[in-house]
C-alpha cells in the first residue's frame, strides 16, 4: 500500500524512536511510505529537541503560542495536499499533535481515510505541566476535531481509549496498539556478566533505570532504599539517561554516602541503550505517567529483565504480577521499597521474571512490525468500507 504519514514531531527522543520504527516496520512490510514533516537535525541521540522551539515556546504569550500553533496546520495541509496529488496514497496516518488538524482537512476533502496514532491527551497533559493552557477551549475544541474526525484512533493504552470515547469517538472506531520493540536492535546485546563487566560492574547487583529522569519517576525513592539496611551491600543504580533531577539526585547520594553506589550516563545514542541495558539485574519503572506505553518497559521486556512497577491499569495491560514483573501498589507507602528487597534477595524469582518478560514480546505481539501489520489491516479494512 501506499502510505502517506504525517506528524509535527521535532524531538529526538521516544517520539522519534516510535516514528522511525513504525516507518520502517511498514516499509519492511513492503508498502511504500511517504512522510511529510519538519525538518530535523541533530545526531541522533535521544532527549534531544530543537532548542529554537523551546526558546520560541518560552518567549512568547501561551496564547499567540497555541494560535501560531493551530496557523502552521494551513502549511502543514498545504505541504499534506502536495504530497497526497503526487503520491496518491491509499491511507493517511499522522501522529496525533494539539492544534494540528491538517490530516482531518486532507481527509475530508479527498476521501482518503485517515488513522490517527494518539499517544497522549494533549489537552489534559499541556494543562497540567508547562504552564497549562491559555486557550484551553480551542485546543478541546481541536482535540476533538482531530479524534472525531479519524477513521481509527490508535491510542497506545485502553486507558488513553477512555479519553478518546469521552470525546464521542465510537469504540468500533478505536484500536488499541500498545508501544512496540523492533527485536534486531537488540539481539547483538551482550550477556549480563559481560555487560556488567566492561562497565566495571562486575559483582554488583544492578538496578536500572533508562530515560530521562523527572522528579515524580520515584528515583530518589529507590536511592533512599539503597542507604538503608534492607538493601543488600553490593546494590549498584545506574541510570542510563539525563533529566532535570539529576543534580538533585546525584547530591542525595552524596548526602547518604552511597555516591559510589550511583551513576548516571548521561543521554547516550540509541544504539548504545542496549549494552547498558543488558547489565540490568532488575529494571526500574517506579511510576508510570496513568496513560503511557512507556518504551523503556519494551526494552526491559525483550532483554528478559526482572521489572519492577506499579500495579497501575496501563501497565497492567503489558504486564502480569508474577508473571513477567514484581508489581506493588503505587499509592501504599513502601510498596517499591519492599519489591526492592524482595527481589534482590531472591535470585530464582529474578529469574522467572526475566523468562517471563521475554516470553511477553512473542506471546503479547509487542513488535513494531505486529503493529504495522495491525495498521496494515485497519487500513485495508476502512478501504473496503468507506463509511465517514
Given amino acids: 500500500m501506499k502510505i502517506l504519514y504525517h506528524h509535527r514531531t521535532a524531538s529526538k527522543d521516544g517520539q522519534a524512536v ?17 512522510i511529510v514533516a519538519p525538518a530535523v537535525g541533530g545526531d541522533g541521540a535521544m532527549g534531544g529537541k530543537l532548542g529554537w522551539v523551546h526558546r520560541l515556546k518560552d518567549a512568547l504569550p501561551r496564547a499567540l503560542y497555541e494560535l501560531l ?14 504530497a497526497a496529488d503526487a503520491f496518491r496514497p491509499d491511507f493517511i496516518y499522522e501522529r496525533y499533535n494539539l492544534f494540528l488538524l491538517a490530516g482531518v482537512m486532507l481527509s475530508r476533502r479527498s476521501k482518503i481515510p485517515l488513522l490517527l496514532e494518539v499517544n497522549s491527551p494533549l489537552v489534559y497533559e499541556r494543562s497540567q505541566h508547562s504552564g497549562g493552557l491559555a486557550l484551553k477551549a480551542l485546543a478541546r475544541w481541536a482535540e476533538a476535531t482531530a479524534w472525531r474526525g479519524a477513521r481509527w484512533v490508535l491510542p497506545v493504552t485502553q ?21 512496540g520493540i523492533n527485536e534486531a536492535h537488540f539481539t547483538n546485546a551482550p550477556a549480563p556478566d559481560a555487560a556488567r563487566q566492561t562497565l566495571g560492574l562486575s559483582g554488583s547487583l544492578v538496578l536500572g533505570f533508562t530515560g530521562f529522569v523527572r522528579q515524580w519517576h520515584g528515583v530518589d525513592r529507590v536511592i533512599r532504599w539503597m542507604a538503608s539496611p534492607a538493601a543488600p551491600a553490593n546494590a ?37 541503550i542496549p549494552r547498558y541495558v543488558a547489565a540490568f539485574d532488575i529494571a526500574l519503572q517506579p511510576a508510570v505517567t496513568a496513560y503511557a506505553s512507556p518504551l523503556k518497559l519494551m526494552e526491559y521486556l525483550v532483554l528478559g529483565k526482572a521489572i519492577i512497577a506499579p500495579r497501575e491499569p496501563n501497565l497492567l495491560e503489558i504486564l502480569s504480577d508474577g508473571e513477567n514483573a514484581l508489581m506493588f501498589a503505587g499509592e501504599q507507602a513502601g510498596g517499591l521499597e519492599d519489591a526492592l528487597s524482595a527481589l534482590c534477595a531472591d535470585a530464582g524469582l529474578r529469574a522467572r521474571l526475566g523468562a517471563g518478560a521475554k516470553r511477553s514480546i512473542g506471546e503479547r505481539q509487542l513488535t513494531w512490525n505486529a503493529n504495522a501489520a495491525r495498521v496494515i489491516a485497519l487500513a485495508r479494512g476502512a478501504i473496503d468500507d468507506p463509511r465517514p
Fill in 18 to 34: 516510535h516514528i522511525e520504527e513504525m516507518v520502517a516496520a511498514l516499509r519492511a512490510l513492503g508498502n511504500e511510505v511517504l
Fill in 69 to 82: 500553533e493551530l496557523a502552521y496546520t494551513l502549511l502543514a495541509y498545504r505541504q499534506l495536499k502536495a
Fill in 159 to 179: 486507558v488513553l481509549a477512555t479519553h478518546a470515547q469521552a470525546y464521542g469517538v465510537a469504540r468500533e472506531r478505536i484500536a488499541v496498539i500498545a508501544n
Fill in 236 to 272: 549498584f543504580l545506574l541510570v542510563v539517561g539525563d533529566g532535570p533531577v539529576r543534580a538533585e539526585l546525584e547530591a542525595l547520594a552524596g548526602e547518604l554516602g552511597i555516591a559510589a553506589r550511583v551513576r548516571f550516563t548521561g543521554v547516550v545514542a540509541r544504539d548504545e
